[in-house]
């Protein structure tokens, strides 16, 4: 049954694919549209019904002439199942006398130069007599009528069930007929389209299945069909019992014995080796490894485990991963470094400009660990914003040193085991992503990059922070210890540098084993040395450009990096400057003429309308407004504080998103205002009679911390004097209710964030004085600094004697006394 793949016509545009969709509404052929000859084609082992669709592949010379004759006129044929499959030219004699009319639905020419033709029945019909057999065979016919069927009788509906019953056990009992033929026996309703359907796909002989044809009576032709089917179903259930007695009689001892010989012959036959040659390959394999006394023991024990588990048997392909996971780690194996201390510093230099401090540090610690052979490796934690050139400096790090570079990301580890591996006990165990580094590196002191570790996640699967504190501590990574290689692994010698954005993030614990480097961000100098040097060249590689194609004029790299990149780091500035040889990359390719310099205009022309201004100083001609300096993860920013008073009854309100840090510096510097009110010469009226607002703008933007109580009391003593702030002026530092001004963090970003917005004097604390000297003087060109340790030197500083030119005039009442 079902023998015959359904068939999909692709881009059909005629209305046959109607028919060939829904065959049980396909009408007759009417006699009035048959030829009075009908050509008639004789096929082989098949016979064909009325309403099914089936492919026949014509080869015999008479039918390729038939077919294509018919194919151009009305497509109708005749089709006569052939009774000798075996003769090549068939007799008429060999034919027999009753058929089906056709229509070609589909003709298609292959390569090989035979025809394939598409073609659904339509009428039963009778030879009447064979009228010629040249150029092809031609008779006349008559068609044969169906009577019409009450198919709500009784007797109908029950053969109809029948026959869809028999059908049904038949897809059962063989598996090799497709699923979807249940589905096309489900949509049919019609008993005519059903009978000839079944007749079709039926596994018999094509007597029988012309017998069927034959029959004159639809219910008869039902009838006969169901008995074929029963026979059918009688074989293979035979057929079934059979294979259940025969699988049944032979034990499983035989069943795992005979296969384990196929695979044996296989085996021989492919080259591969059996069990007991791998763990003599194994073996030798480990002989030339230098184990420490634990890990050679646990080897040879896993070993001969593994000769005694099944190769059939689930745990062998677990325990032969991990013994090649232990053969494959470089146990004991070290590239040799490079001590040319000259050479290392010119692969540093040529690779990042600045940065001076970290170079230094290797250059240290090259020196140290060429005197000192057996030097442990230090671990290093390059903190700083994005962008700066972090995780890139690694790899200069390890060409330096010529040692093997692996990187490990840890922006959202969240799993323990991604660190410290899985115990094989569980389904899928791996080892951790540290000693898969190790492995793929194939060496025992590569330079290790752990990328972003300040983005560690801790939740129920553990804290990966924790098992990083074995890793990065230089007295316990020598026996590092991975859940699944379950022994010690040396990590002492592994150069491991870390980065981050926030130290705030890292676990305290774990950021105490780190050496922290800072790395702050570039001055403009900088920024411009680094795209001549290293951007620009890069862009123009990546973009198949020639360093003869354009020049970039020193006016152009400025407006990129004033007017549309501020940042610490310089990789909007790469992008930017990406867009601008992509845009002379266009010209080159389509041959058209372009201006080989790039200059300012040409900046402005690509990359559209200045995103930032080229001073963001927004003058003192308003009082309550001063300029403060905050630091983020992307550097240093300029902020203004601006305070406003309104008639009310004393009320503060403070706005911009601030944190709570901000918001305690804002109440303390009130606090001392009010107590130093008569010093500064405030009436203590208005601090009654005028409600005060504090604002820090660009309110969508969270803001916090401990660097605005001087700029916020210096906004407050402003708008309450009405005195300008000193013009050029920014300030950053922390107040007390005493008045002391506290030191703060970030400098040298805050720096770069007011030489970048036009300031020109800088307000700090006292002790803030070292992290200044720890600056290069070049960054500090055009730059003023005043120290100071109380308010009254920042207002001594800030405030102007002089009022702004429109001042508010303060309307104040006495307060009446009450009992």
């Given at each position: 049954?079902?023998?015959?793949?359904?068939?999909?016509?692709?881009?059909?545009?005629?209305?046959?694919?109607?028919?060939?969709?829904?065959?049980?509404?396909?009408?007759?052929?009417?006699?009035?549209?048959?030829?009075?000859?009908?050509?008639?084609?004789?096929?082989?082992?098949?016979?064909?019904?009325?309403?099914?669709?089936?492919?026949?592949?014509?080869?015999?010379?008479?039918?390729?002439?038939?077919?294509?004759?018919?194919?151009?006129?009305?497509?109708?044929?005749?089709?006569?199942?052939?009774?000798?499959?075996?003769?090549?030219?068939?007799?008429?004699?060999?034919?027999?006398?009753?058929?089906?009319?056709?229509?070609?639905?589909?003709?298609?020419?292959?390569?090989?130069?035979?025809?394939?033709?598409?073609?659904?029945g339509k009428n039963r019909f009778t030879v009447k007599e064979f009228v010629q057999e040249e150029p092809y065979l031609t008779a006349r016919i008559a068609l044969q009528s169906e009577p019409i069927l009450n198919a709500n009788n009784k007797e109908s509906r029950a053969l109809v069930q029948s026959l869809k019953d028999a059908a049904t056990k038949i897809l059962k009992l063989n598996p090799e007929i497709p699923q979807e033929a249940q589905v096309a026996l489900d949509n049919i309703s019609s008993m005519s389209f059903l009978v000839h359907f079944l007749s079709s796909n039926l596994n018999a002989e094509v007597g029988d299945k012309q017998k069927i044809l034959e029959t004159q009576n639809i219910t008869d032709r039902g009838t006969l069909l169901l008995q074929y089917m029963l026979k059918d179903i009688q074989m293979l259930e035979i057929k079934h019992e059979i294979q259940k007695k025969v699988?049944?009689?032979?034990?499983?001892?035989?069943?795992?014995y005979f296969l384990r010989q196929q695979i044996k012959v296989l085996q021989d036959e492919l080259g591969y080796d059996g069990p007991d040659k791998e763990v003599e390959k194994f073996r030798r394999r480990a002989e030339t490894k230098q184990w420490?006394?634990?890990?050679?023991?646990?080897?040879?024990?896993?070993?001969?485990?593994?000769?005694?588990?099944?190769?059939?048997?689930?745990?062998?392909?677990?325990?032969?991963?991990?013994?090649?996971?232990?053969?494959?780690l470089p146990w004991a194996e070290y590239t040799e470094d490079d001590f040319d201390l000259k050479r290392a510093r010119k692969v540093l230099d040529h690779d990042h400009f600045g940065l001076e401090k970290v170079k230094n540090r290797i250059l240290e610690y090259l020196a140290v660990l060429k005197l000192k052979q057996d030097m442990k490796g230090p671990i290093l934690c390059l903190y700083g914003p994005p962008g700066v050139g972090k995780t890139s400096l690694g790899r200069s790090i390890a060409k330096a040193l010529q040692r093997k570079y692996v990187r490990m990301s840890l922006g959202g580890v969240h799993d323990e085991a991604e660190i410290r591996g899985h115990r094989k006990t569980y389904v899928g165990a791996m080892p951790g992503k540290i000693l898969q580094h190790i492995k793929k590196s194939q060496s025992s002191n590569p330079v290790f990059v752990l990328d972003e570790i300040d983005k560690v996640k801790a939740d129920f699967r553990g804290d990966p922070s924790s098992a990083l504190l074995e890793v990065l501590d230089p007295e316990q990574n020598s026996t590092f210890g991975d859940?699944?290689?379950?022994?010690?692994?040396?990590?002492?010698?592994?150069?491991?540098?870390?980065?981050?954005?926030?130290?705030?993030?890292?676990?305290?614990?774990?950021?105490?084993?780190?050496?922290?480097?800072?790395?702050?961000?570039?001055?403009q100098e900088e920024k411009v040395e680094i795209a001549v040097k290293h951007l620009i060249p890069k862009q123009l590689k990546e973009h198949g450009l020639r360093a003869s194609d354009v020049k970039?004029?020193?006016?152009?790299?400025?407006?990129?990096?004033?007017?549309?990149?501020?940042?610490?780091?310089?990789?909007?500035?790469?992008?930017?400057?990406?867009?601008?040889?992509?845009?002379?990359?266009k010209s080159v390719a389509m041959e058209e003429e372009y201006d080989k310099v790039i200059s300012d205009e040409t900046v402005r022309k690509v990359l559209g309308a200045e995103v930032f201004d080229e001073e963001l100083y927004q003058g003192n001609d308003i009082a309550g407004v001063v300029t403060g300096l905050a630091w983020t993860q992307v550097g240093g920013e300029i902020l203004f504080v601006e305070s406003?008073?309104?008639?009310?009854?004393?009320?503060?309100?403070?706005?911009?998103?601030?944190?709570?840090?901000?918001?305690?510096?804002?109440?303390?510097?009130?606090?001392?205002?009010?107590?130093?009110?008569?010093?500064?010469?405030?009436?203590?009226?208005?601090?009654?009679?005028?409600?005060?607002?504090?604002?820090?703008?660009?309110?969508?933007?969270?803001?916090?911390?401990?660097?605005?109580?001087?700029?916020?009391?210096?906004?407050?003593?402003?708008?309450?004097t009405q005195r300008k702030v000193k013009a050029k002026l920014a300030m950053t530092g922390e107040i007390t209710l005493r008045g002391k001004v506290l030191p703060v963090g970030g400098i040298k970003e805050k720096i770069?964030?007011?030489?970048?917005?036009?300031?020109?004097?800088?307000?700090?604390?006292?002790?803030?004085?070292?992290?200044?000297?720890?600056?290069?003087?070049?960054?500090?060109?055009?730059?003023?600094?005043?120290?100071?340790?109380?308010?009254?030197?920042?207002?001594?500083?800030?405030?102007?004697k002089d009022r702004i030119t429109v001042p508010m005039k303060f309307v104040l009442t006495d307060q009446k006394a009450t009992a």
């Amino acid at each position: 049954m079902f023998k015959a793949n359904p068939i999909q016509l692709v881009q059909e545009e005629s209305d046959d694919l109607i028919q060939l969709i829904n065959p049980e509404q396909d009408s007759d052929i009417k006699p009035e549209d048959l030829p009075e000859e009908l050509s008639i084609l004789p096929i082989k082992n098949t016979v064909l019904f009325p309403g099914v669709v089936i492919p026949i592949t014509v080869g015999r010379q008479k039918s390729i002439k038939l077919v294509k004759k018919a194919y151009q006129g009305n497509r109708i044929i005749g089709v006569i199942a052939q009774k000798n499959s075996q003769a090549e030219e068939p007799i008429i004699d060999d034919l027999y006398r009753t058929g089906t009319v056709a229509r070609i639905i589909k003709m298609l020419v292959l390569p090989d130069g035979n025809t394939t033709i598409i073609i659904q029945g339509k009428n039963r019909f009778t030879v009447k007599e064979f009228v010629q057999e040249e150029p092809y065979l031609t008779a006349r016919i008559a068609l044969q009528s169906e009577p019409i069927l009450n198919a709500n009788n009784k007797e109908s509906r029950a053969l109809v069930q029948s026959l869809k019953d028999a059908a049904t056990k038949i897809l059962k009992l063989n598996p090799e007929i497709p699923q979807e033929a249940q589905v096309a026996l489900d949509n049919i309703s019609s008993m005519s389209f059903l009978v000839h359907f079944l007749s079709s796909n039926l596994n018999a002989e094509v007597g029988d299945k012309q017998k069927i044809l034959e029959t004159q009576n639809i219910t008869d032709r039902g009838t006969l069909l169901l008995q074929y089917m029963l026979k059918d179903i009688q074989m293979l259930e035979i057929k079934h019992e059979i294979q259940k007695k025969v699988h049944t009689d032979i034990d499983q001892q035989q069943r795992d014995y005979f296969l384990r010989q196929q695979i044996k012959v296989l085996q021989d036959e492919l080259g591969y080796d059996g069990p007991d040659k791998e763990v003599e390959k194994f073996r030798r394999r480990a002989e030339t490894k230098q184990w420490t006394k634990q890990a050679a023991e646990h080897l040879n024990k896993e070993l001969d485990k593994l000769l005694r588990i099944n190769p059939m048997a689930a745990e062998y392909p677990v325990a032969m991963n991990y013994v090649e996971f232990m053969l494959d780690l470089p146990w004991a194996e070290y590239t040799e470094d490079d001590f040319d201390l000259k050479r290392a510093r010119k692969v540093l230099d040529h690779d990042h400009f600045g940065l001076e401090k970290v170079k230094n540090r290797i250059l240290e610690y090259l020196a140290v660990l060429k005197l000192k052979q057996d030097m442990k490796g230090p671990i290093l934690c390059l903190y700083g914003p994005p962008g700066v050139g972090k995780t890139s400096l690694g790899r200069s790090i390890a060409k330096a040193l010529q040692r093997k570079y692996v990187r490990m990301s840890l922006g959202g580890v969240h799993d323990e085991a991604e660190i410290r591996g899985h115990r094989k006990t569980y389904v899928g165990a791996m080892p951790g992503k540290i000693l898969q580094h190790i492995k793929k590196s194939q060496s025992s002191n590569p330079v290790f990059v752990l990328d972003e570790i300040d983005k560690v996640k801790a939740d129920f699967r553990g804290d990966p922070s924790s098992a990083l504190l074995e890793v990065l501590d230089p007295e316990q990574n020598s026996t590092f210890g991975d859940n699944y290689l379950e022994v010690d692994y040396d990590l002492s010698k592994v150069l491991f540098v870390a980065t981050a954005n926030s130290l705030d993030t890292i676990h305290p614990a774990l950021r105490d084993r780190m050496e922290i480097i800072e790395i702050t961000g570039y001055t403009q100098e900088e920024k411009v040395e680094i795209a001549v040097k290293h951007l620009i060249p890069k862009q123009l590689k990546e973009h198949g450009l020639r360093a003869s194609d354009v020049k970039f004029s020193k006016d152009a790299i400025n407006k990129t990096i004033n007017s549309y990149t501020r940042e610490s780091g310089v990789r909007s500035l790469e992008r930017k400057i990406g867009t601008l040889v992509r845009h002379i990359a266009k010209s080159v390719a389509m041959e058209e003429e372009y201006d080989k310099v790039i200059s300012d205009e040409t900046v402005r022309k690509v990359l559209g309308a200045e995103v930032f201004d080229e001073e963001l100083y927004q003058g003192n001609d308003i009082a309550g407004v001063v300029t403060g300096l905050a630091w983020t993860q992307v550097g240093g920013e300029i902020l203004f504080v601006e305070s406003s008073l309104s008639r009310g009854k004393g009320a503060l309100t403070i706005s911009g998103q601030l944190g709570d840090v901000m918001k305690e510096s804002a109440v303390a510097a009130l606090s001392y205002l009010k107590s130093n009110a008569e010093a500064l010469q405030i009436d203590y009226r208005l601090f009654q009679q005028y409600d005060l607002h504090i604002h820090v703008p660009a309110g969508a933007v969270p803001k916090d911390g401990p660097s605005a109580g001087i700029t916020m009391f210096t906004s407050l003593a402003s708008i309450y004097t009405q005195r300008k702030v000193k013009a050029k002026l920014a300030m950053t530092g922390e107040i007390t209710l005493r008045g002391k001004v506290l030191p703060v963090g970030g400098i040298k970003e805050k720096i770069l964030a007011a030489k970048r917005s036009g300031i020109k004097e800088i307000l700090l604390s006292a002790k803030n004085r070292r992290d200044i000297e720890e600056i290069e003087k070049n960054y500090l060109k055009g730059l003023t600094f005043h120290y100071v340790d109380n308010v009254e030197e920042v207002l001594k500083i800030a405030l102007l004697k002089d009022r702004i030119t429109v001042p508010m005039k303060f309307v104040l009442t006495d307060q009446k006394a009450t009992a």
